[in-house]
């Protein structure tokens, strides 16, 4: 009979691990415990009671179990208590061990016998074993959680490893943008996705660039966002990750948005160099969806990475305007160079083989231009190899804004167009030879880019411990040129008409800064004004005193 | 008596064998017990009468989701429904809807006591063996062999049970396994069919991981003796008073047992129990007995429901 008794308890332990092996979570395997105990032991009732809290129950209906009757069973072994509905009910409890030291029960009931030592016995294991699941299953339960992380962390690398490629591929901006949202989509999951940059033509304004999840009329409906409005606008304007959760309670929100019921956005700044200019904006609207911490970190490196292929593109357009503007300087210079040399070799060549047909009026007339075209030549040689020089200006000393003024006008004179108004008797620190230069420059300038026969105007004045030259001339700035790009290399007015191949004001520009002096430019009604502003001697002698 | 009845469907998710259909087979006997919400203060008696389909799954996991809602306080009784051994597809009926893969649950209220009784009458064969591997009731192996191979050999089964799944299911009638139980009575499980390929046993009801089985036998002494048990079970309630009527559900696995001959005598006696009472009643995949205790599926018995 104890074979017999042993053989069944056995087997009715062996049955109820299975059991519990099948159930997925800590709450799956509390349920199934209780249950198949109950069934087990033929009891009509069960619980699992927690700190004296029903966590589990069976044979009550939902919602309707006597909680003092059965934490008055749980405090005993076995007792025999009067169910309602059931009648004499016959109870075992036994201890189910926690992780957390908390007291746990496990009560059953039946209305046909008491429950014998062997039952009682049991019950015990069974509890043993259901203290051991939930361990287990609360293990496997963690395991999960870092299996998820790791295959969270997986998707993102390989996710940012494509984009990364992308951009090392040097794909276009646009599809690396458009892969940057496709990826935020699937990363976090339920998502939209959109890149805004800010829009030069209107300022203080993001446009969508990039987007996904969205249908065009969406887009169409949120195309422009002002700086500071929505997540994406705020992030634009505070420069950090702006988390937006009840997004239909907040004012400030994109009213589109919101009617749509979104639930929640995220949006990081993205940069081009340390300069914010856009914004990756990720949201959602499934019901009650916040972004977790590591969603957060995961948008992050997407913002990061829109951020380097921003400054990739940038650079690669700089470079591709570059080889551009080489490939047309080496054109133009080929040319200009040419042309006078193969003037000059032309009439050398024919002084040579025709000389006793050349008059002498002639030959002097031929020689003269020879010579000119030989000082274009010059010249044109001397503004390259200044143009590639690094740091031009080399002597700086005290120099009168007078003699600086009146050593560039020398030889100008016989124009008769260039004329000297009033300069200040200053004296300023300079390279007076660069400043000469730079004068020389924009005084060339003004001829090549001022209808004939019009005054071009040098003055000099002081002016908040400055001395300030003006050469002035009439004429229009080219509209499709900013003031920056003026003194950009290789960059010429599309109405130009002089020879030369654009490096003009680049080289003043050059030979300013390394003097430590300004240069800009602006437009006076029909006037184009350029201003060279040169340190005054005492100024800066003040300045290097304090 | 009145009645009120509730049908949930969809149960069938995947093969039935399989525990993934599980939640759906609970979840349909949630549904239908939702039908015992009516309060009927006049007829303190109360059963729910279910009929489900006996092809479903594990029928043990829709007992388990009609206790969730109406606990230890209402007796459970019924059948699962059958297609007269095709083992294809079976049919249950609700109001004037025929339905396939459902649960119908009916309540009823009574002014008279009601009772239920159950007996099978089988007997263990030989050594028991350990389920060393299941799923559901998918057996696949008993002692770490091929669970089809053990059955077929220890039972010594004619050819045609060996390769032909009808001929199987016919032996398989007379050649339940038994589950060790508390109860005197071990749990019976209906085999139902064979994969010949895979070798392995299907059942009716779950077979767990880790039980010990036996095979049963029974001859019609012992079938007839049980019929009586299970009626004296359920008029016990009565206080000796004479039924209404009784409603049986009769495992079609015992009809093998008695044949055309001791089915009339099954019959007869049922009759003789309830003098002047009417007797009905149908054959079924597996019988549903709830009284005491959590459970309340069962295999190769007879139900009688006892209407006072």
Known sequence: ?546 | LSCSCSVGTGSRHGPPSQPACRPALRQAGQEVAGVLEREDPDRSHRVLLLLTDGLAGDQQEILRGVYDIAGFAVPLVGGCAGDDLRMRQTAQLCDDEVHTDAVVAAGLWSTGPLGVGVHHGWRQVGEPMLVTSSSGTTVTTLDDQPALDVYLDRLDAPEPARTDPESFTRFALTHPLGLRRRADEPDIRFVGEADFEARTLGCIAAVPQGGLVWFMEGDEQSVLEATDAACADAMRPLDGRPPLGLVAFDCIARRGVLGGEGIRTEIARLAALAPGSPVAGFYTYGEIARTSGAGGFHNQTLVVLAVG
């Not at chain 1, 609360?138 to 390989?158: C, F, M, N, Y």
């Not at chain 1, 090392?168 to 892969?179: G, I, N, T």
């Not at chain 1, 080496?330 to 193969?342: D, G, I, Y």
């Open chain 1, 1 to 546: 009979v104890e074979t017999r008794i042993g053989l069944w308890a056995t087997q009715q332990l062996a049955e109820f691990l299975a059991a519990l092996f099948e159930a997925e979570d800590e709450a799956a395997v509390l349920r199934a415990g209780v249950e198949r105990a109950a069934e087990t032991m033929e009891a009509e009732i069960g619980a699992a009671l927690i700190e004296g809290m029903v966590e589990v129950s069976r044979g009550f209906r939902p919602g309707r179990e006597p909680i003092t009757l059965l934490n008055w069973a749980a405090a005993v072994a076995r007792a025999e208590m009067e169910v309602p509905d059931l009648g004499v009910c016959f109870t075992a409890a036994v201890d189910i061990e926690r992780h957390d030291e908390s007291a746990g029960r496990l009560v059953l009931g039946r209305s046909s016998t008491p429950f014998s030592a062997v039952e009682m016995g049991l019950l015990r294991n069974m509890a043993r074993v259901l203290a051991l699941a939930l361990r287990s299953a609360r293990t496997v339960a963690g395991d999960r959680l870092l299996l998820a992380s790791i295959q969270e962390r997986k998707e993102l690398l390989e996710r940012l490893t494509r984009i990364v490629r992308s951009i090392s591929h040097r794909a276009p901006l646009e599809d690396v943008f458009d892969a940057i949202c496709v990826g935020a989509c699937e990363l976090v999951g339920n998502s939209v996705a959109l890149i805004r940059r800010l829009d030069e033509s209107r300022p203080g304004m993001l446009r969508v660039v990039s987007s996904h999840g969205f249908s065009d009329y969406e887009i169409e409906e949120v195309e422009w966002l002002e700086v500071g409005q929505g997540a994406g606008g705020r992030a634009f304007a505070e420069e950090r990750m702006v988390v937006i959760d009840d997004y239909s309670d907040k004012p400030g929100v994109v009213e589109h948005f919101q009617k749509r019921d979104l639930q929640c956005a995220l949006a990081l700044p993205v940069y081009e160099g340390d300069r914010v200019v856009g914004t990756l904006t990720i949201g959602s609207y499934e019901a009650g969806r916040t972004y977790s911490p590591a969603e957060q970190d995961a948008m992050a490196a997407l913002a990061e990475h829109a951020s380097l292929a921003l400054s990739d593109a940038r650079l690669l357009q700089q470079m591709r305007e570059a080889q551009a503007a080489k490939d047309l300087f080496l054109a133009m210079v080929s040319h200009e160079l040419k042309t006078p040399l193969t003037v000059m070799m032309g009439m050398l060549r024919t002084l040579e083989t025709r000389d006793e047909d050349v008059s002498p009026e002639e030959r002097k007339a031929m020689l003269s231009a020879a010579y000119r075209r030989g000082q274009e030549l010059l010249g044109l040689i001397d503004r390259l190899l200044q143009g590639a020089k690094g740091e031009l200006a080399s002597t700086v000393t005290n120099a009168l804004l007078t003699d600086v003024v009146n050593d560039a006008l020398d030889g100008l004179h016989h124009l008769g167009r260039v004329a000297r108004r009033k300069v200040a008797e200053v004296t300023v620190t300079t390279d007076p030879q660069a400043a000469r230069a730079v004068l020389g420059v924009l005084i060339e300038n003004a001829i090549a880019h001022s209808p004939p026969d019009t005054p071009i105007e040098v003055s000099g004045h002081a002016d908040m411990g400055e001395a300030v030259l003006s050469v002035r001339n009439r004429g229009l700035l080219p509209p499709e040129l900013s003031v920056t790009e003026l003194f950009a290399p290789f960059r010429r007015g599309s109405d130009a008409t002089s020879p030369g191949v654009g490096l003009g004001l680049y080289i003043a520009a050059r030979l300013t800064a390394s003097m430590g002096a300004s240069l800009n430019c602006v437009q006076e009604g029909d006037q184009v004004c350029f201003r060279l502003r040169l340190p005054l001697a005492e100024a800066r002698q003040t300045s290097t005193s304090a």
